[in-house]
C-alpha cells in the first residue's frame, strides 16, 4: 500500500451523529503501561490565555485529606495501571471546544488550520523565540545578510492534501520549485538527480511558509515564547501550565513535539497508553555547520545540494546563495549537516553546547566537506563565519506507521511527521488526520471510546531514510514508481 493509500484510509472523516452533553462511565481495566517520569521545569513562565477561569473559586481544606480523586464530581474518572493512572473524562463536551496544541512545527500548525476549517477553536505553545515552524528554520544574519535554511532544506509532494497546500504557497510566490542540481557526492565526483519528482523549497527560506499557515486564520491563538511544563485533568478540562504558572483550560490536548520534554510532559499526565508510544519513539541526533565563504567552493557543476557518500561526518551541504538568492556572487553561505552516528558521538545538552565541543564539530565537519570535495588536507579555505547548532531530536528512526494518535478516553492527541515518516509531507498529513479525527470525536458527543482510538497500541518498526530526512518519490526508484511525484501548479 502507498504512503498516500495508508494516509487516505485514516483520513475518511466518521460519519456519526451529534450527541449533546454525553456522559460516559468506564470501568476497562488497562494494559500495562510506561514508568512515569518527572515534568519539565523552566526558567521563563509565561501566561497564555485561559478559558472560563474561576480566579476567586476558594475551597476549603477537609479536616481528613483525601487522596487526590478524579470522581464525578470532577466529571472524570481515574483507573488504577500498573504506573501510572490513565485520566477518564466523563465530562459532557462544550459546545464551544477548545483545543490546545503544544508545539508549533508543521505538524501542530496544520493541525490548527485544519481544526478551524472544521469550526474547532485552537490555542497554539511553541518555544520558539524567533518564530514558529520548529524545523521548518531559517537563520537570517545581519549586516550582509546572510542567510541559512537551518533545519528542512527541500521538500517533494506526493500526496494532493499536501499540494493543496503547497500550490497555495506557489500562487502565494511563498514557495517554488528548486531547478538547481541535486545529487551524491563522492570524493570529489558529483552524481546528479533526475529533475523528476519535482523538488520545492521556501522562496525565502523555509520559515515563511510555517509563518503564513496561520496568516489568514481568526480561530487559532498563538503564544510564545512559552514552555508548557505541566497538563492537568481536573473538572472535566485539561489545566495547562508553565512552571507553575497557568496558561489556560482546555477541552483536548495535542501533543504536537517530542523528545525528552514531551516525554516528562506525558509522564505524569494521566496519559500512559500516550505516553508509553511516545517514550517507543528512537530519534537520531544531527549537527548543523552554518558556514560562509568568500569565495565559491570548487564543487563540479551548478551544484546547489549534495547527499554526501561515504563520509564519517557529513551527510549534506547545500548552497545556500544559490538556492535562496539565486547568486554566483559572494558571499557563499553554506548549510552542512552532520551524519547521525556523527550526531550521536558529539551529543552533548544542545541547551549549552560546550565552547570545546562546537569547535571540535566545526572542525571536523569543515574535513569532511574537504574530503567530499576530493581537496587536499588543509587546502579548504577558512569561513569568515561559522556557527553551530545541534538538533538533539533530530529525526525519528523508528515509526509505528498510523497518521496519528488518538485517546478519547483522555480527550488527547499526537501528531507529528515520525508516525509515518520523516518528511513535511508526513507532518503535513499527521496534523491534518488528527485534526480530522478530534473534530469528528467531538461531534459525536465522546460516547464511542472504542471507535475513536487510534494508534495506541500499533507496534514500531525501523524508518529508512536520508541522515537529514525522508523525500517521498526521491528516496529510491522503487519508492518513486509506488508514489510517483504529484505534479503541481506553477
Known amino acids: 500500500m502507498t504512503t498516500s493509500a495508508l494516509f487516505s484510509q485514516y483520513l475518511q472523516p466518521i460519519t456519526a451523529p451529534q450527541i449533546a452533553n454525553a456522559t460516559v462511565f468506564s470501568s476497562k481495566i488497562l494494559s500495562p503501561l510506561c514508568n512515569s517520569m518527572s515534568t519539565c521545569s523552566f526558567d521563563k513562565p509565561m501566561e497564555g490565555n485561559n478559558k472560563n477561569d474561576n480566579k ?57 488550520l485544519n481544526l478551524e476549517k472544521r469550526g474547532v477553536r485552537s490555542t497554539v505553545f511553541d518555544t520558539g523565540i524567533h518564530g514558529l515552524g520548529g524545523r521548518m528554520g531559517t537563520r537570517i544574519i545581519d549586516p550582509q545578510p546572510l542567510m541559512f535554511d537551518h533545519a528542512a532544506q527541500f521538500f517533494t509532494v506526493t500526496d494532493p492534501l499536501f499540494a493543496e497546500l503547497v500550490n497555495k504557497w506557489l500562487d502565494r510566490g511563498l514557495a517554488r520549485e528548486w531547478k538547481g542540481t541535486v545529487g551524491n557526492l563522492e570524493r570529489g565526483q558529483f552524481f546528479p538527480f533526475p529533475s523528476s519528482p519535482p523538488r520545492y523549497i521556501g522562496t525565502n527560506g523555509m520559515r515563511p511558509l510555517a509563518d503564513s499557515i496561520l496568516s489568514q486564520t481568526n480561530m487559532v491563538n498563538v503564544v510564545r515564547p512559552c514552555w508548557i511544563s505541566k497538563v492537568e485533568p481536573y473538572n472535566g478540562l485539561w489545566h495547562l501550565n508553565e512552571n507553575g504558572k497557568p496558561c489556560g483550560k482546555f477541552d483536548a490536548i495535542v501533543i504536537a513535539h517530542n523528545g525528552k520534554c514531551a516525554n516528562r510532559l506525558l509522564g505524569t499526565s494521566g496519559l500512559p497508553l500516550i505516553g508509553r508510544q511516545m517514550k517507543r519513539l528512537e530519534l537520531s541526533s544531527v549537527w548543523a555547520l552554518l558556514a560562509a565563504f568568500e569565495d565559491p567552493l570548487p564543487i563540479p557543476g551548478n551544484v ?176 518513486r514508481n509506488e508514489a510517483p511525484a504529484y505534479q503541481l501548479s506553477t
Open 56 to 112: 476567586n473559586n476558594k475551597k476549603s481544606t477537609p479536616r481528613y485529606p483525601r487522596k487526590r480523586s478524579y470522581g464525578t464530581s470532577r466529571k472524570s474518572v481515574l483507573k488504577k495501571t500498573f504506573n501510572q493512572e490513565q485520566v477518564i473524562f466523563t465530562a459532557p463536551i462544550s459546545d464551544d471546544p477548545v483545543v490546545a496544541i503544544i508545539g508549533g512545527g508543521m505538524s501542530g500548525l496544520i493541525c490548527a
Open 304 to 479: 546547489e545540494g549534495a547527499f554526501v557518500k561515504k563520509s564519517d561526518s557529513v551527510s549534506w551541504i547545500a548552497n545556500n546563495t544559490k538556492k535562496l538568492l539565486n547568486s554566483e556572487n559572494g558571499p557563499h553561505c553554506w548549510s552542512i549537516f552532520s551524519t547521525a552516528s556523527f550526531g550521536k558521538r558529539n551529543k552533548v545538552p544542545q541547551e549549552n553546547i560546550p565552547t570545546a565541543t562546537a569547535e571540535k564539530v566545526k572542525a571536523s565537519m569543515l574535513e569532511g566537506v574537504e574530503t567530499a570535495l576530493g581537496l587536499t588536507a588543509g587546502s579548504l579555505q577558512k569561513p569568515f563565519y561559522t556557527r553551530v547548532q545541534l538538533w538533539g531530536a533530530a529525526l525519528p528512526t523508528n515509526t509505528p506507521g498510523v497518521p496519528c494518535i488518538f485517546d478519547p478516553q483522555g480527550r488527547a492527541g499526537i501528531c507529528g511527521d515520525w508516525l509515518m515518516g520523516s518528511s513535511l509531507e508526513a507532518a503535513a498529513l499527521s496534523g491534518i488526520s488528527l485534526a480530522n479525527h478530534i473534530a469528528d470525536y467531538l461531534q459525536s458527543g465522546g460516547t464511542r471510546q472504542d471507535e475513536f482510538a487510534i494508534g495506541l497500541h500499533d507496534e514500531f518498526q525501523p524508518l529508512d531514510g536520508h541522515d537529514i530526512g525522508q523525500f517521498p518519490g526521491l528516496d529510491s526508484k522503487e519508492q
